[in-house]
Every structure is written in structure tokens, then in C-alpha cells.
């Protein structure tokens, strides 16, 4: 069964702070997402990884960056965290099959509180 | 632009009786259609998904989904419901490769 790991379930950091959350895939999938949930507006693709190194925007990726330096792990940056991205921070991954009829598989997310 | 509509925030059944979640989505192309579950504090969990073929797709815990493709809708439907359904439920398609675009999500409530 595939595991999605991220790291913290609570976190809560201070404005203007620079925030890290990991996120850990045990079934070596190629892809790996990085979404924010938030009420009433469903996911938002923040940035996606299709492979070690690389990274394409999603449709709100200002004040985040990733990094993916191991197949098995993708990380998301708050470069300097806002009140406004106080929010659910939800982590995916899939493999890579036909155009995209792999389904994703999620971990229990980061509940991300910025005060 | 690419969308996904679930046009209703909450969906009351009571157990036993059958369940409908809506879903209806605008993209370019033919894509892959999804539904996921959530349940409190957890992430998504996959449900079941069409790609091609019969139009009513089986998937877990006795959920199936039926796309309607002149309706461009992808229903989630279940005969008899039970209160341990009751969760959020979220449709998704994917009309390229590996970028899912998600519907805000129905909260279901299922009442003994």
C-alpha cells in the first residue's frame, strides 16, 4: 500500500518566517504535488515534480518554492510566511501512466497556522 | 479555462437510502475523471476514476460513478448509503498529463 509521509500534522510558525514542510513517498513515484486546501475552494495545485530536479508551477505558486533533491521526497518553502497562507497543505504523489490516468495518493496533510 | 463544479456544499441522505454527489466539469479534450474521499483530519483517499469504456464505473466501498459525456457530468452514486459514508467528497479530472484540476468538495451526511 502506498504511504504518503509529511512530516508535521500541526505547525504553527510566525510571520515573516521561513517555513519548511517534507513530505515523504514510500512506493517510488515518479510525480509529486503539493496542494493547499482551503474551504469552499477545494485543492490549488501549488507546484508539481515529474522527476529528481525538476519542478513546474501549479496555479499558486507565489510565495512558495519546492525543492526535490531525492526521488522519495519533496519539499515545500515558505520564503517568508504571511497570515495569508494560514491553511491545510496537502501532499501528493503518483506514478507516470498514459496522460495522467494514474490516480494521486495523499498524505494527511499539514494544518499550517501563520500568526 | 479548465473547471470542476460540485454545485451542492452539503448532500443529506438518510441510511439506507440511495446517495447522489454532483459533479460537472468544463475541460478541453476527453479527460480522466476521479473521485476521492475525505474523511476528518486525512488526507484523499482514491475512490474510483473513468477513463474509457462503460459509463458506470465501479469503485470502493460500493460507490460507482456514472459520466455523461453530452452532460459533461461524472456522477457519484451509491444505493444504499451508510453513516459512516458521511465525509467530504471531492471529483477531479485530469485533461493533461498529471494536472488535476479538483471541485470544491461536497460534504455528505449520512443519518441513521
Known amino acids: 500500500d502506498v504511504k504518503v509521509t509529511q512530516s508535521s500534522r500541526y505547525l504553527v510558525k510566525r510571520t515573516g518566517e521561513k517555513v519548511f514542510l517534507e513530505c515523504v513517498q514510500d512506493m517510488d513515484h515518479e510525480n509529486m504535488f503539493w496542494y493547499r486546501q482551503d474551504p469552499g475552494l477545494g485543492l490549488r495545485l501549488i507546484y508539481f515534480?515529474?522527476?529528481?530536479?525538476?519542478?513546474e508551477k501549479g496555479d499558486i505558486p507565489e510565495g512558495y518554492s519546492v525543492s526535490r533533491e531525492k526521488k522519495e521526497r519533496f519539499s515545500l518553502i515558505l520564503e517568508s510566511a504571511s497570515t495569508n497562507q494560514t491553511s491545510m497543505y496537502l501532499c501528493?504523489?503518483?506514478?507516470?501512466?498514459?496522460?495522467?490516468?494514474?490516480?494521486?495518493?495523499f498524505g494527511d496533510g499539514t494544518r499550517l497556522s501563520i500568526l | 479555462a479548465q473547471s470542476v463544479a460540485q454545485p451542492e456544499d452539503q448532500v443529506n441522505v438518510a441510511e439506507g437510502n440511495p446517495l447522489t454527489v454532483k459533479c460537472t466539469y468544463s475541460?478541453?479534450?476527453?479527460?480522466?475523471l476521479f473521485w476521492y474521499v475525505q474523511y476528518p483530519n486525512r488526507g484523499l483517499q482514491f475512490l474510483l476514476k473513468y477513463i474509457t469504456g462503460d459509463n458506470l464505473v465501479k469503485g470502493s466501498y460500493g460507490f460507482e460513478a456514472e459520466f455523461n459525456k453530452s452532460q459533461t457530468s461524472f456522477h457519484l452514486k451509491k444505493p444504499s448509503a451508510l453513516v459512516s459514508d458521511s465525509a467530504l467528497y471531492f471529483c477531479a479530472v485530469c485533461p493533461d498529463f498529471n494536472k488535476f484540476y479538483f471541485g470544491s468538495g461536497t460534504k455528505l451526511n449520512v443519518k441513521p
Open positions: 515534480s515529474y522527476d529528481v530536479k525538476m519542478k
Open positions: 501528493a504523489s503518483s506514478l507516470t501512466g498514459g496522460q495522467g490516468n494514474q490516480p494521486q495518493h
Open positions: 475541460v478541453s479534450g476527453n479527460p480522466y
